[in-house]
């Protein structure tokens, strides 16, 4: 084997992004093109009397203008809520939603134009509070009728085991805390951006900054009502997502259908505003959590109540309303275990999916209420979470599978890189260290729509060159998965990455994969990779084995040789390309993944099923003024189990960039509204945590070789988050004594726990 696999690579693209040679979606250029720009709603909830569009069409520069009546037909990601439509039809339900749109020459002429579209409101009572969203109210205040009971609920997920109730009233010691969670966005540094082009026979393309291509062809086929296969979708150089990039938006609809309304390319560049605008971020939160534990300290029972603000529409809120939940259900055995999570409409922008989805702001709770127990029962926080773990190859309460477990692996890391077992409760006032532990799926084991197509679908051409292309829809966020790819390819054929080439996420050459979400990617299109390309390695094998008669079971592929180890056949790998491609030329295979079926047969089962889950944990260390109120982090320490590090140097990016986004969610970042109107919608007033902010960080990778995964392989791209948050939240406990049950923590609410003593 050439050995590419496990050894830190850098990315294939990186060349090109470095050097600005890489071709963002707004970097495209077409001639004749058109400019769009929306018109959007000031109103947090308003009925549309009308809208007169006479001024706008009345400038000569303008080609067309779209309103909601002429995309009526609703969507979502998820196709148990379609709730969205591309513009507002009869009501607007937040501040910035798209009410019409202009196609003009120019930027200026769309602005000039959509600015002259007067849309007469008539103003309905907003709903901005959760709690008051669960209440039954009159028809004027409710955001959907589809809501139950005159409420503004979206969804309501419940699930009990083993009566947990019963568990924490029978638990000699109980903790209960209620938590709150401001809601975070992304911040990707590419702001959304779409092309699209409508040729005449028929065909459209849209070239567009998405994690979901397969996703967003199927919606736009179904919102634009035109045959799937004469719509094509390009994702190119992506700029991050983390989730933000993982619905269909309507600006791609819209931009489409302006494409088709005039034959002419039409563009859509987002202002940093508008980003804002169109957050999908995670679900403002509040939760009441109780845990409880015996004397020995074995956890007993768990039980959560909560409730997430989603906004105006659903998003992929269904799925986080369950996250929510059932992804409490390890690292730790709890076999008494229950919770309702109620996602409510708001006449904000919409919550969704964002980095560790669903399970960031419950893992705080339980985390936290972890460090209260121990610290009940006299035992040391990293012994108390130890004796508690789940094992390998076991099941939890709820029938999620658990195949490999590194993570005691990694809470014995970080313990002993940071110096815990010398430094916990030991450091002056002021300073001090808290641990936390994480769970994560790898990938769904379910897919959004429900078919009977492979999760993910990957070709391996073998060409008379010698070079192998992989073709797939797997999109590559920034998170490496091309490179990944690459590597599972030149591993597997024994050649180097410069006889690979990548060719991902463009709907005309590439076969079917759901996109990146989910932390799905490496593990299920590696899957599908290996597969692929184990098939080219057969049939090169076969035809060796024929022309030089020895078994093909005895050949061997490694640095770019076809050989036997008794040296009887000894071909470079371009004689024996030679070999395999006569008479038939260049040929392609197949491979793909499903998930096993997994799961019970209650309802909610299928909530948090994945073919293998991740773990990690984290030490950091804080310094709190506790004149001031501020805390720094000065240090985390990082472990993580990711099965098989395919390429370690991108496992460190993720692990840190996991570390970097928790700093911004637990200490600064929030959305802020007066009245729906979100008030820092800019990158100068949303305070994400800068270069100057990033604390020493100290990662771990551990490897469990899991048996599902390529390789071993399991997710790292979103699972080391979560244990980053509540381990700043306990060391601060460590420093100062006060437990931060709100976030983000700021110096504010530090000083006021300060004075409250709050324990």
């Known amino acids: 084997m050439s050995r590419v696999i496990g050894h830190p690579t850098p990315y294939i693209d990186a060349r090109r992004k470095v050097t600005g040679e890489a071709l963002y979606t707004d970097d495209y250029r077409f001639s004749n093109a058109l400019h769009v720009h929306f018109l959007r709603s000031p109103h947090a909830h308003a009925l549309i009397k009308s809208i007169d569009a006479s001024a706008a069409e009345a400038n000569p520069r303008v080609r067309a203008i779209a309103v909601g009546k002429e995309l009526p037909t609703a ?21 910035g ?148 990039k993982g619905d269909p938006f309507p600006h791609e609809l819209i931009t489409a259908h302006l494409a088709m309304k ?135 309460v709820g029938q999620l599978r658990i195949t490999s477990n590194g993570v005691r692996e990694c809470l014995e890391a970080v313990r002993k890189r940071s110096g815990w077992d010398q430094r916990f409760g030991k450091l002056p006032f002021g300073r001090g260290i808290g641990v936390a532990c994480g769970f994560y799926i790898s ?109 093909a079971d005895a050949l061997c592929f490694d640095h770019e040789r076809v050989l036997t180890a008794d040296g009887q056949v000894d071909v470079s790998w371009d004689e024996a390309v030679e070999i395999a491609t006569a008479f038939r030329g260049s040929f392609v295979e197949s491979g793909f993944y499903i998930s096993p079926k997994l799961g019970g047969d209650f309802k909610g089962s299928g909530a948090g099923l994945s073919p293998s889950y991740s773990f990690g944990a984290a030490v950091s260390e804080v310094a709190v003024n506790h004149h001031t109120g501020e805390v720094r982090v000065i240090k985390v320490w990082s472990a993580h189990d990711c099965g098989k590090a395919l390429n370690p140097l991108a496992v460190e990016g993720q692990m840190e960039g996991s570390i970097h986004m928790g700093l911004g969610q637990v200490l600064s970042e929030e959305l802020r509204y007066d009245n729906g109107r979100l008030l820092n919608a800019n990158l100068a007033d949303y305070r994400i945590p800068t270069a100057l902010d990033t604390p020493e960080m100290d990662v771990t990778i551990v490897e469990s070789a899991d048996p599902e995964g390529p390789f071993g392989a399991k997710e790292v791209g979103e699972g080391p988050i979560h244990p980053v948050l509540p381990s700043i939240g306990n060391a601060i406990f460590d420093a100062v004594g006060v437990r931060m049950y709100e976030l983000p923590i700021t110096p504010e609410k530090v000083r006021r726990a300060l004075r409250q003593g709050s324990v």
């Open 75 to 95: 969507f979502g990601i998820l196709p148990i809520s379609p709730d969205e439509t591309a513009m507002a039809i009869e009501k607007v339900r937040f501040v």
């Open 97 to 244: 939603e798209i009410v019409a749109a202009v196609a003009a020459d120019t930027k200026q002429a769309a602005m000039a134009a959509a600015h002259a579209i007067r849309v007469e409101y008539e103003l309905l009572p907003a709903v901005l509070d959760p709690e008051e969203a669960l209440q039954s109210c009159e028809p004027g205040r409710q955001i959907h009728d589809h809501s139950r009971d005159r409420t503004n609920i979206h969804k309501t997920a419940e699930l009990s085991f083993n009566d947990p109730e019963a568990g924490l009233q029978e638990s000699t010691f109980v903790r209960s805390a209620e938590f709150k969670f401001a809601g975070v966005t992304h911040a990707f540094t590419e702001p959304h951006a779409t092309w699209a082009t409508y040729s005449p026979d028929g065909e459209l393309t849209v070239i567009s900054a998405t994690q979901v291509p397969h996703y967003l062809q199927r919606t736009l086929s179904t919102v634009l009502g035109l045959p799937r296969h004469r719509v094509r979708v390009v994702k190119p150089t992506l700029g991050g997502g983390f989730g933000g």
């Open 262 to 396: 005039t034959g002419q390319p039409v563009r859509c560049s987002f202002s940093r505003e508008e980003v804002f605008l169109t957050n999908h971020g995670r679900h403002p939160t509040t939760l009441t959590m109780s845990v409880g534990c015996d004397k020995s300290g074995k956890l007993t029972a768990l039980h959560g109540d909560i409730v997430i603000d989603g906004g105006a529409f659903a998003s992929f809120g269904v799925v986080t309303t369950y996250y929510n939940g059932v992804l409490l259900q390890g690292p730790y055995r709890i076999d008494r275990f229950g919770f309702r999570t109620r996602r409510v409409y708001t006449n904000k922008p919409q919550s969704g999916a964002m980095r560790g989805h669903g399970a960031v702001n419950s893992r705080y709770a339980v985390e936290t209420l972890l460090d209260m127990l121990a610290r009940d029962a006299g035992m040391d926080p990293c012994d108390f979470r130890m004796q508690n773990f789940l094992p390998a190859h076991t099941q939890t």
């Open 443 to 551: 990938g769904s084991a379910l897919p959004i729509i429900w078919n009977r197509q492979p999760q993910s679908v990957v070709h391996a051409k073998l060409d008379a060159d010698g070079s192998i292309v992989i073709f797939s829809g797997a999109s590559d966020i920034g998170q490496g998965s091309d490179t990944m790819l690459a590597q599972i390819a030149a591993e597997v054929l024994g050649v180097p990455l410069s006889r690979i080439r990548v060719v991902t996420a463009d709907t005309s050459l590439a076969p079917v994969d759901l996109g990146s979400y989910s932390s799905r990617v490496t593990f299920m299109a590696g899957n599908a990779a290996k597969s692929a390309v184990e098939k080219v390695r057969h049939e090169i094998a076969l035809a060796v084995s024929q022309e030089r008669k020895v078994d």
